[in-house]
């Protein structure tokens, strides 16, 4: 049994049993099928609400069975009814973070069955808490309509680069390159790749475009000066202008139908 084995095991023979305690599935690479030696743990529990803390608590002893903890941070709450915390245990490798998110029972929550990157893997599930529903085809249509004109308008403001590149100062060219440039065009290629995972930017992106465009993507990073930046934002610009009709087409046909 391998540490990620053994996390879980004693996560499961530990809480299984425990009243409170409803749920607890993985997600990330257990879910997508994709764990390798440098995958990290996306551990979710599902408790009653009011033992939030109770859980917390409880988990950082349990964790030291295997050994001390020698990281703890909780981000900011994405939910009221969610806490998000991320644990490295001494002695592991320095890879596997342990992400832990703790959810209120409350919390109405369901996995859209088409969304092929977040996949619960069910350790336990005593109230029936993982649920699943089909992808709202209108509601995501809309989101990316409105998602699309944020972006062109967003692009059409690249002079914000440019005039830095220009000016040969390297830092504000690619901070404003990154921002004005890349980030629309990985969401309008996320658009008409990944219409579902549209918000993901770079998380996966090499996984999830086909090989050619990655191919074509990849290089608009790599940059070492000003200058450099300034003949990345034409080729970007070509990609973009050739990519946007496309995109726009695909979603006017989803729209009439």
């Known amino acids: 049994m391998d540490i990620r084995e053994r996390i879980v095991h ?3 023979y530990t809480y299984m049993e425990q009243e409170w305690i409803y749920a607890m599935w993985l997600e990330g690479s257990d879910g997508t099928g994709s764990v390798d030696h440098l995958s990290d ?3 979710v529990f599902d408790v ?3 033992n939030e803390d109770r859980l917390l608590e409880m988990l950082e002893r349990t964790l030291t069975i295997i050994g001390p903890l020698d990281y703890k941070y909780e981000g900011d709450k994405p939910d009221e009814l969610l806490r998000y915390i991320v644990y490295h245990i001494e002695g592991t490798p320095s890879t596997l973070l342990l992400d832990i998110t703790v959810q209120s029972h409350s919390r109405k929550y369901e ?3 088409e969304d092929l990157g977040t996949v619960p893997t069910i350790i336990f599930d005593k109230k029936n808490v993982v649920r699943y ?5 209108l509601k995501l249509e809309k989101e990316l309509l409105s998602k699309l004109y944020h972006i062109e308008q967003t692009f059409n403001q690249q002079a914000r680069a440019k005039k830095y590149t220009d000016r040969g100062l390297f830092l504000e060219s690619f901070a404003y390159y990154q921002r004005y440039v890349l980030q629309p065009l990985v969401e309008l290629i996320r658009i008409y790749h990944t219409p579902i995972g549209y918000y993901m930017h770079l998380i996966h992106i090499s996984r999830d475009i086909p090989q050619d465009v990655l191919a074509e993507l990849e290089p608009l990073y790599k940059v070492n000066s000003a200058e450099e930046i300034g003949l990345k934002i034409e080729q970007a610009t070509e990609m973009f202008n050739a990519l946007l009709p496309l995109v726009k087409e695909k979603l006017a046909h989803k729209t009439t139908n």
């Open 41 to 43: 743990l996306d551990i």
């Open 133 to 137: 529903c089909h992808l709202d085809h």
């Open 48 to 50: 009653e609400d009011g």
């Open 111 to 113: 996995f859209v069955i």
């Open 10 to 12: 004693l996560l499961r």
